[in-house]
Every structure is written in structure tokens, then in C-alpha cells.
Nanobody
């Protein structure tokens, strides 16, 4: 019933930009905190950006000034705009939804590949 579907990944040159999209269904989207995580081969999954149900944002240190997370509750969408991309940004990027009122609910998308060439 609950689905998060990422799109927008691909191959981009260093210094370029990319916008990732996540479409949610099966939840009351506006009351969830939304986030983007990434996982590179052989690495731990790390939090890249979050936006709360109230619109508060936070970013991984390496993404500050380069990444912007946003949401459109009317469309059940969350976005991650990435610019000035670096090869170190190469990873599978995952969309995440967490209930804002508790830690009970935690949903994940299937991931979308971002590859930044040097």
C-alpha cells in the first residue's frame, strides 16, 4: 500500500546538476518527515537531506550549499536538487518517509543511481 518511487538519477559530469524526485502514495504525505539517503558501494548508508512535515531542512555537511531538498505536499512529491556535483556524490539515492509523531513508521523507496564522472 505504501510506496515511495524515486526517479531522476543518471550520469552527470562533475560540476553538473541533477534533480531527484520521489513520489509517495499510501500515506498522508504532508504529516511525514521526508529524507534522502545515499549509499555508495562498500559504504554505509548516510543521510543526505531531510525536510520535516513543518518544512525544516537539514543537510549532510558535504551537501550544504550544494543540495536543496523541497516538497510539494499537494503532489505527494519530495525533491532533491543537487548542483556542483562531485564524483564523491556517486551513490544510490533512496527516498525515506518517517512518521513525524513517533518512530513507528519508516518507509523506503527502491533507490535511484547517481553517477558523477570525473
Amino acid at each position: 500500500q505504501v510506496q515511495l518511487v524515486e526517479s531522476g538519477g543518471g550520469l552527470v559530469q562533475a560540476g553538473g546538476s541533477l534533480r531527484l524526485s520521489c513520489a509517495g502514495s499510501g500515506i498522508i504525505f504532508s504529516i511525514y518527515n521526508m529524507g534522502w539517503y545515499r549509499q555508495a558501494p562498500g559504504e554505509q548508508r548516510e543521510l543526505v537531506a531531510v525536510i520535516t512535515s513543518g518544512g525544516i531542512t537539514n543537510y549532510v555537511d558535504s551537501g550544504k550549499g550544494r543540495f536543496t531538498i523541497s516538497r510539494d505536499n499537494a503532489k505527494n512529491m519530495v525533491y532533491l536538487h543537487m548542483n556542483s556535483l562531485k564524483p564523491e556524490d556517486t551513490a544510490v539515492y533512496y527516498c525515506n518517509a518517517k512518521s513525524s509523531w513517533s518512530n513507528e513508521f519508516d518507509f523506503w523507496g527502491q533507490g535511484t543511481q547517481v553517477t558523477v564522472s570525473s
